[in-house]
């Protein structure tokens, strides 16, 4: 550690809280390690001498509710997550500990945690670093602490993390550590697709992501995470008037790297926009033209089973398979207005610029150059089509109006008429006004 660390006070006088009641207390884990690394801590974790019970008595106003013995604790904007000394064995189900035993010492504690960096304490005073933590920081390396097997045999999930933390960091994975990912890649399956999505969307929304995507694919995890984007890889596109300099899973790579959103489902979208090319693949040994015709559809079919998979809401997983649906589409200053208006039905308002960053995402990681003054103009006409109607709902009158103006009882006739005035409307015969609308439909008397 090159200089002190410096707490923040509301942290020192939490500490100082089970100074002054004879107990001990760490800031543990990744609060250490980002406090080291100089970046922004929203989650304090802490570790203590103090029991359960004697947490509780100290702090009233806590939050427990679980079987590790965590009791949590707002103070001011954060959540303070304190746990007492502990020990774990018997991890049946590979994620879990099968019994809590409480330990005495710190350094007992910290020997259960999962890798160096992770491994460190302090407490104001003093940094408890009994595997080197802060040199592996310096080193930028992931290293397991102890027997890398037995880490990943008790908690699976260690896997996942070991490359998200990782990608996060810039770091790479220390060589027996990467060997024994490799090794013990399956055991991913074990874990719930839950906590799988969590690291994964984590990754993704790094802006490193694209690195995490290929450090999970030479681990061995992405084949078990996400075989769709696995099968991918050597799928060639390059082909006589193609743009495409890349196999498909690079691409796919690519245009996660480049796209310019910050929105986890846009760029999860952007990663998986083209699975739908593996399975409609097809090549003429003549030409050698490659083409994967309906690549789009059956993709998004693809995308949404494998929102289903990871139990994406139901918000996220209609956003994922509409942007991957509907990610080819064309940003020309020739396109006419219903043409636009066509793109802003099939993705929706909500939605239609993160296909826009898809769009831009896919033109990049296709080798091709962005032309951003086609996008820009491409962004005023989205403005622009919007103040005009999409369907009959959005005429400034309704079938109350054409009943009113023309004498007319309920009937499919209402619905033939407002048909009529929206084709008009679209063709700018007449404009969405409720007066000229209304003179329109008095000239039918």
């Not at 103070?75 to 303070?80: A, D, G, N, V």
């Not at 998200?164 to 770091?171: V, Y």
């Not at 890649?185 to 799988?196: D, G, T, V």
């Not at 994964?200 to 084949?223: C, P, Q, V």
């Amino acid at each position: 550690m090159k200089s002190p660390l410096v707490l923040p006070k509301i942290v020192q006088d939490f500490i100082e809280t089970f100074e002054k009641n004879g107990f001990e207390v760490y800031v543990v884990g990744g609060a250490v390690r980002d406090l080291i690394l100089g970046k922004e801590i929203t989650n304090w974790d802490f570790t203590t001498s103090a029991g359960v019970e004697e947490i509780q008595k100290l702090f009233p106003d806590h939050f427990y509710n679980n079987d590790y013995g965590t009791v949590t604790v707002k103070k001011e904007s954060f959540l303070f997550e304190i746990t007492p000394y502990r020990k774990e064995s018997d991890y049946a189900d590979l994620r879990h500990p099968g019994k809590i035993e409480w330990a005495k010492t710190i350094e007992e504690d910290l020997a259960r945690r999962d890798f160096t960096i992770n491994a460190i304490a302090y407490d104001r005073k003093k940094v408890i670093d009994p595997y080197d933590g802060q040199g592996d920081i310096e080193k930028k390396i992931v290293k397991a602490v102890g027997d890398a097997d037995k880490r990943f045999n008790e908690d699976a999930l260690r896997l996942l993390r070991a490359v998200r933390i990782a990608t996060q960091l810039g770091f790479t994975i220390e060589d027996a550590t990467m060997t024994s990912i490799k090794k013990n890649a399956e055991l991913i399956l074990k874990i719930s697709q839950e906590r799988i999505r969590d690291e994964l969307f984590k990754i993704i929304a790094s802006t490193r992501g694209s690195d995490g995507i290929f450090l999970l694919r030479d681990t061995g995890l992405l084949k078990h995470v996400l075989p769709e984007v696995e099968a991918c890889f050597g799928v060639d596109q390059v082909s006589p008037g193609r743009h495409h300099t890349v196999d498909v899973g690079t691409h796919l790579v690519e245009a996660l790297r480049l796209c310019p959103s910050s929105d986890t489902i846009t760029r999860f979208a952007t990663l998986l926009h083209d699975i739908g090319k593996t399975p409609t693949f097809r090549k003429d040994e003549t030409t050698q033209m490659i083409t994967f015709y309906n690549h789009e559809i059956v993709g998004a079919k693809m995308a949404r089973e494998i929102a289903d998979r990871l139990r994406l809401s139901k918000k996220d997983r209609e956003k994922l398979v509409t942007l991957v649906r509907f990610h080819m589409f064309t940003v020309s200053e020739n396109q006419t207005d219903s043409a636009i208006r066509r793109f802003i039905r099939n993705v929706g308002k909500e939605y239609m610029y993160d296909a826009l960053d898809l769009r831009v995402a896919d033109r990049l990681g296709s080798g091709a150059k962005l032309t951003s003054w086609r996008t820009e103009l491409f962004k005023k006409r989205l403005e622009e089509v919007q103040h005009e109607p999409f369907s009959v709902k959005d005429l400034k009158i309704d079938g109350n109006d054409v009943m009113k103006t023309l004498g007319l009882k309920p009937s499919p006739k209402i619905g033939e008429i407002l048909q009529k005035l929206f084709d008009e409307v679209v063709g700018e015969e007449v404009k969405n006004e409720k007066k000229e609308l209304l003179q329109k439909l008095s000239e039918l008397k």
